[in-house]
């Protein structure tokens, strides 16, 4: 016998989800607005050879950063976040109850009134 959840059942994970890939979506858009400043290319992070993975993504950006732009301070903390970035990127499921995510600032009650 197989199990369907009904709406209710999903309701709140249903919009922590969604808020989750729209802040997904938010970031990967970062990294490539990143890119492109680097580059000085605005459409180098649209080249299918530029959209690196994300277990790849903060050692080939420590690499082009230091080609363009040299051994800059930035580069660690550009590499931290990058990293940090990765777990979630490989399928981990999170809990977490739908209002600590907001793609859009910090963490706000989303309860209804």
């Not at 959840?5 to 979506?25: E, G, I, S, W």
Request: charged share 30%; with cysteine.
């Amino acid at each position: 016998m197989r199990f369907f959840p009904t709406v209710d059942d999903v309701q709140d994970h249903a919009l922590a989800f969604a808020c989750l890939m729209v802040a997904r979506a938010r970031f990967e858009a970062e990294v490539g607005n990143l890119q492109n400043a680097v580059t000085g290319d605005e459409t180098f992070s649209e080249q299918p050879c530029n959209q690196w993975p994300a277990d790849t993504r903060p050692g080939r950006m420590v690499k082009l950063i230091r080609e363009k732009l040299g051994d800059i301070e930035e580069i660690q903390p550009i590499r931290t976040v990058l990293t940090r970035a990765i777990k979630p990127t490989r399928g981990d499921v999170v809990a977490f109850p739908s209002r600590d995510i907001d793609p859009y600032g910090p963490a706000r009650d989303r309860s209804p009134r």
